[in-house]
């Protein structure tokens, strides 16, 4: 597919690429971000239905409660997004660089590295929350700046202190094609889940709007980790040559049946 092709893309062009690899396995996609929230889902609504605005000082019961419920929900929503962004980054590499892609070989990867993706993770929140004490431009600086986090843990098998450099290395002079490029698939994103949240409030049952959200998720969030994975082979592009250091090794690859013959 000439959508798929490796090259340098402008801001609309790789969120397109986003979307083609989207649409090529879909279903894949789907299951691998479906793999981490169904279990979370099924355990959110199996907990006790219980409220901050229910729970009085003199509750503590109610209050434990109510705490460690959030915990746990918490911990298990850290847990599901980062394995489901770092699978379907992995897929989706696989898929843009033409090698083989499968679930089996995606979650032998991926599963390692998995602490790695957290800890990261938390750190790129923990600069998001000083970078909002900063007027949100912060926020912004940080998202251009360290955007490749994952990809680099994941794709590349840094560590997480390591890909916060490596991540600026690659945004180097890009940040402004970087941020636009993020800001675009997620106002498409926020509109969309804009969307669903008023579709759901017409149920009006917090069962249900957990569901359809759980859903919308599982089929929107992928198109999101695409585009990072496709603009961190981007950066790599203008950087480093990226795609012509694959041509180069597809090139000098040894002819089929070739291999072991006679000089």
């Not at 912004?140 to 997480?160: C, H, N, Q, S, T």
């Not at 709007?209 to 790599?236: E, G």
Request: include cysteine; charged fraction near 15%.
């Amino acid at each position: 597919m000439d959508e798929l092709r490796l090259r340098s893309r402008s801001v609309s062009e790789l969120v397109d690429a986003a979307f083609a690899l989207y649409r090529r396995d879909a279903g894949q996609y789907m299951l691998l971000v479906a793999i981490g929230h169904v279990p979370t889902l099924v355990a959110k609504l199996l907990l006790p239905d219980v409220s901050l605005t229910t729970v009085t000082a003199s509750d503590a019961g109610t209050m434990g409660t109510w705490f460690w419920i959030t915990m746990v929900s918490l911990v298990a929503s850290l847990f599901t997004y980062a394995f489901g962004s770092a699978a379907v980054m992995k897929f989706g590499s696989d898929v843009y660089l033409g090698e083989r892609a499968d679930i089996e070989s995606t979650l032998s990867h991926v599963l390692p590295r998995l602490v790695n993706v957290l800890v990261g993770n938390f750190l790129k929140g923990f600069l998001f929350f000083l970078g909002a004490l900063c007027f949100l431009v912060g926020v912004f600086y940080v998202m251009a700046r360290w955007f490749a986090v994952g990809a680099a843990i994941v794709l590349e098998d840094k560590g997480p202190i390591e890909a916060f450099g490596r991540s600026s290395e690659l945004s180097e002079s890009r940040k402004r094609h970087i941020l636009n490029t993020i800001l675009l698939v997620g106002i498409i994103y926020g509109l969309l889940s804009i969307g669903v949240g008023l579709f759901a409030a017409v149920f009006k049952s917090a069962v249900i709007a957990l569901v359809i959200s759980t859903v919308f998720s599982i089929i929107a969030m992928p198109v999101m980790i695409l585009t990072t994975t496709v603009l961190y082979y981007d950066c790599r592009i203008r950087g480093e040559g990226f795609d012509l250091e694959r041509m180069a090794a597809f090139m000098n690859r040894p002819a089929a049946g070739t291999a072991g013959a006679a000089p």
